[in-house]
Structure formats: C-alpha cells, structure tokens
C-alpha cells in the first residue's frame, strides 16, 4: 500500500491556528473587546491590590526598624548601668547595630 504524501499546505501550525480564531463578523469583534476591557479591569484591580499591599509592608519594615532602635537604647542603657555597677572593671562586650540574632540570658 502507497502512503499519500500531504504538501506543505497541509501542515498544521500554531499560526494557522491563531488565524482560524481570529474575529471574522462584528459580533465576535465586540465579543473579544468585551473579553479585552475584562482583563484589563482585572489586572488593575490587582494592582491595585498589589500597592496597597506594598505600602503595608513598607509601614512594617518602618515599625520594626523604629522598635529595632527603641530595643538598642534598651540594651545601651542596661549596659551603663551594668558597667557602672560593675566593681571588678570588667566591661561586657559591645553590641552592634548589625545584630541578626542573640542570646539572652536571665
């Protein structure tokens, strides 16, 4: 049995898919504007959302760095009064701004 050779115009490709979609009557055109004006008040919606998301979290970081400040004047302070009452001269370390994690012990 002889297989039938098919010419190039018989190739399916996504380009002829895309074209065999696209609008061809007025109501399809509307149809797809409809679709269109959709997608775009969804997609400001949530960038809208997205800000407001933003500024959230900016107003934290802003919350935690100002307690991050109040929590090193804590710690300098408890350090003078330390040393001050410290009557061998030995002075506890330094604490850095820098500080990822510590150990406190009570």
Request: avoid cysteine; aromatic fraction near 6%; hydrophobic fraction near 30%.
């Amino acid at each position: 049995m002889k297989v039938e050779r098919v010419g190039l115009e018989k190739i399916k490709t996504v380009k002829n898919q895309v074209y065999k979609f696209r609008t061809k009557t007025l109501h399809g055109a509307l149809m797809e504007l409809s679709r269109l004006n959709q997608e775009k008040e969804r997609l400001r919606a949530e960038v809208e959302i997205l800000e407001r998301r933003i500024k959230q979290i900016g107003n934290r970081l802003k919350e935690i760095g100002e307690t991050e400040e109040w929590l090193y004047t804590f710690i300098r302070v408890s350090e003078e009064k330390q040393a001050s009452l410290s009557t061998n001269g030995k002075k506890s370390p330094e604490i850095s701004q820098d500080l990822s994690e510590m150990t406190i012990r009570y």
